[in-house]
């Protein structure tokens, strides 16, 4: 939600700004347009797979809609299922992992850990996980970043094309202002292209997806520690190991 409104304000005092100095369709310019938006979707599209681009869009969405979850939250409750399964056995973390659906990596984890599955194993297979799903993330974050380093070039390119097309015509001044329209403009859509979406985007799913791999973290260590049987102490110390020192808990304490 704050990514929505963040992206919507500053648009809108963008074109406020825009309004403020005169008419706003003086910013519309249509060789500028296709030079930069189609320039940077091309050669956007040049440096991924079919494959990269058509699940970008989705796991961006994915990214920017939920947040993850606090992992000092996920922290206590892998200490809770650790005294849960020392109290019920596998038979309790079957049942709770069947209450798990919203959050598929927890009740994955959960799952295995009552399937009897060995802590080596669990650690494993979830470990996987992680880095596939951070693999995907990485290329939908790789991919805004390329776009937000082609756009200014693109808008470099179209302002070289506005000033050769306007010193070509300087016997007719009517051509001037157009050319002279593209010369500038496609510099303006390049840098608020790149600074006014693609890297505030980026830099915002990159955050998102240290805080989901560091979440899945905790849920590894947590689940491989069930799985062992240790003490839920134990679990508390090793989980506190890989928590930034500001977000670390005393659930004991």
Known sequence: MTTLLGLIAGFVLLIVAMTMGGSPLSFLDGPAILIVFGGTLAVTVISFSLEELRQAPRTLWSMLRNSAADPRKAAATMIKLSER???????????????????????????????????????????????????????????LRRAADVAPAMGLIGTLVGLVQMLGSLDDPSSIGPAMAVALLTTFYGAMLAHMLFLPLAARAERIARDEALLQSVYTIGAAAIGRKDNPRRIETLINTILPPQKRIQYYS
């Not at 009740?107 to 399937?115: C, G």
Request: zero cysteines.
């Open 85 to 143: 399964a020392r109290k019920d056995g596998l038979f309790g973390l079957e049942q709770i992992s069947k209450a798990m659906s919203d959050d598929l990596f927890l009740h994955r984890a959960m799952r295995l850990t009552a399937d009897g599955t060995t802590a080596d194993e669990i650690e494993k297979i979830l470990k996987t996980e992680t880095y596939a799903a951070s693999a995907s993330q990485m290329t939908a974050i790789n991919i």
